[in-house]
């Protein structure tokens, strides 16, 4: 994502959940420019443009996994800044070492508005803030340079200050362990991220921020070491809380030249194995897929970018990116289907009654 996650962005991602996923999602505490409200049954917010604070971890990969992206790396948040420009000591994300107050609060005009500006500074940071984060992307402007405008390499803004990146870390099993599939669109019921191998993942859902970390510094940091794109202290620093400086930001991977991705789609609980269990395939490359159905529920079938098909194994041939539906049903004792044998005759049938009997 260029910008971070703006709180009208956020606000539209609430009102498409369902009323227990949006409870477990909404963020409405007041303070440093956090705007978001609920009226009438719907949210809204009065600082749309402004950069979404306040988000837990799982508040952005529940974000990231409804949009369609996946959290980003530290490498990648680097490499967002950098570029391939080599390495600056003490540089910030625009690849020099000059950092620009705005001067303060007062400095700063049509708050709240999609022409929120401000007339000096290239980073938000403390003293050089408005009394929170900022309006996503506000100092670049026609004619302004990747420093004065605070722009990463390939201008992603506000790399450095306004909001916390929240990164997966390097630094640690749990953040090396993330494989970087994006997210599928769906929640858990109960209003979490599900994919695997993301920080936090927890028992089908991203409960947790085990393997997460944080880059770049926020409007409250001093203007030191926290905004540089080299500082790590922070980097394994795992937090589930809201906070007014966490924010969010989202990425997107480009699949390697002539590979192909199989995304799995759960509906109703169970699990799915795929074997081989890789990122992207080779085209041609076959694919067995189990369906287990949860304790209570039975596999249905799969749907999706195959024609409906009931056997819980299925083996397919990868020839473009793949998504799957497996779907799961609660299991009904009362209309199951079991094989029925009249013991005098010997005679078998299927029936889905259970008390069934014939003659």
């Known amino acids: 994502m260029k910008y971070e996650v703006s709180q009208q962005q956020y606000v539209d991602f609430l009102n498409t959940l369902t009323p227990a996923q949006t409870s477990a999602r909404a963020t409405t505490t007041s303070g440093d420019r956090q705007g978001i409200r609920e009226v009438s049954g719907k949210y809204a917010t009065s600082t749309p443009y402004v950069a979404a604070n306040r988000l837990s971890w799982v508040d952005g ?12 790396t530290e490498l990648e948040y680097e490499k967002a800044a950098r570029g391939f420009s080599g390495p600056v000591a ?15 609060s007062g400095n ?45 390499y390939w201008g992603v803004m506000e790399l450095s200050g306004n909001l916390w990146e929240r990164t997966v870390s390097g630094g640690n099993a749990d953040g090396r362990a993330y494989r970087g599939y994006h997210g599928n669109g769906m929640l858990a019921d109960q209003g979490v991220g599900d994919v695997e191998t993301w920080p936090g993942y927890e028992n089908a859902g991203i409960t947790g921020s085990a393997g997460s970390g944080f880059r770049g510094g926020n409007f409250t940091s ?28 989202g990425v997107r991977g480009v699949p390697d030249d002539g590979l192909y991705e199989v995304n799995v789609v759960i509906v109703g609980e169970g699990s799915v194995t795929k074997v081989p269990d890789l990122e992207a395939y080779e085209p041609g490359s076959e694919v067995e897929l189990t369906a287990t ?32 539906v497996a779907v799961f049903s609660l299991y009904d004792n009362e209309t199951a289907v079991v094989e029925v044998v009249n013991p005098a005759t010997g005679v078998t049938w299927m029936d889905r009654n259970l008390g069934a009997s014939r003659a």
């Open 293 to 324: 159905p949860a304790v209570g529920w039975v596999f249905s079938s799969w749907t999706g970018d195959v024609e409906v098909i009931y056997d819980a194994t299925i083996t397919i041939t990868v020839e473009k990116n793949i998504t799957i």
């Open 108 to 152: 700063y005009s049509n708050l709240g508005d999609a022409t929120e500006t401000v007339s000096q500074g290239n980073a938000v940071y403390s003293g050089s803030n408005p009394g929170g984060p900022a309006r996503v992307g506000i100092f670049a402007g026609e004619g302004s340079s990747r420093e004065s405008a605070g722009a990463g």
């Open 222 to 249: 001093n203007g030191g070491n926290d905004l540089c794109t080299s500082d790590r202290n922070n980097g394994s620093t795992s937090n589930v809380l809201r906070d007014s400086w966490y924010g969010f930001r």
């Open 61 to 72: 990969a529940a974000y990231l996994d409804w949009a369609g992206l996946r959290p980003m």
């Open 90 to 104: 003490n540089e910030y994300a625009w690849g020099t070492t000059n950092l620009q107050s705005t001067g303060g």
